[in-house]
């Protein structure tokens, strides 16, 4: 059976820091990979979406980026991260209709 | 314009009824699909319930039905013989268009679930 996984679960950071949130899947090949965030008691926001490896779609502009360095593999990252940049950041995956989430990083900016 | 709105911030069921959760939707795609995902205070988003808007028929998924009013345009989840641990965040969200490359969800605001004893 197909899973996914996210790490880590939460993270401070400060202003200014960098980041990187990794995200693998195990069970599956090729899928379509995403990555949403969630602010505080609102719906998710797609921030960047892959169909292949080295293939990046970003759907907001913003300073954040995405990698797929391995077929199963999804990187969120910054060079600098903004206050603004706090939430609940998910990763999703498909192959067919569906889209099945990890449990997330909860990211503090402080 | 908003493509997926949940009118109702939050409900109240008693254990063991039934409750109907709102989505409306907006597209002028012909070929769509509405998902039903439930995030308890965990975070995760599991997934429901599907509905393609070619499908003739309402879908279910043993509790989780959606009743699917195409001319309406909207697209409510019907939770049958509630459990307290249907208390959640729930939330609609749209995918447009055929091609799977992408496959993008829209999402609504979600709508909070509390399933009283």
């Known amino acids: 059976s197909q899973t996914i996984h996210q790490w880590p679960a939460t993270l401070v950071q400060p202003v200014g820091s960098p980041l990187s949130l990794e995200c693998t899947v195990e069970g599956t090949s090729n899928p379509n990979l995403y990555w949403y965030r969630q602010a505080a008691g609102r719906g998710l926001q797609l921030l960047f979406y892959s169909v292949g490896i080295g293939q990046i779609s970003s759907e907001v502009p913003q300073n954040l980026s995405a990698s797929r360095p391995q077929d199963r593999q999804f990187i969120l990252s910054s060079k600098k991260l903004l206050l603004s940049d706090s939430g609940f950041y998910l990763c999703?995956?498909?192959?067919?209709?569906?889209?099945?989430f990890g449990p997330g990083t909860r990211l503090t900016v402080l | 314009a908003q493509k997926i709105t949940q009118t109702q911030p939050g409900m109240f069921v008693q254990e063991k009824e039934a409750v109907t959760l709102d989505c409306t939707y907006d597209?002028?795609?012909?070929?769509?699909?509405l998902f039903w995902y439930k995030q308890p205070s965990s975070g995760e988003m599991i997934f429901l319930i599907y509905q393609g808007s070619y499908d003739q028929q309402n879908a279910t998924e043993g509790r989780y039905s959606l009743n699917f009013q195409k001319a309406r345009k909207s697209a409510n989840l019907v939770i049958s013989a509630s459990q307290l641990g249907d208390s959640a965040m729930y939330f609609c969200a749209m995918r447009e268009g055929r091609s799977e490359a992408g496959n993008m969800l829209t999402f609504g605001g979600g709508t909070r679930l509390m399933v009283k004893p």
């Open positions: 597209t002028s795609d012909p070929s769509y699909g």
């Open positions: 999703a995956w498909s192959v067919g209709q569906v889209q099945y």
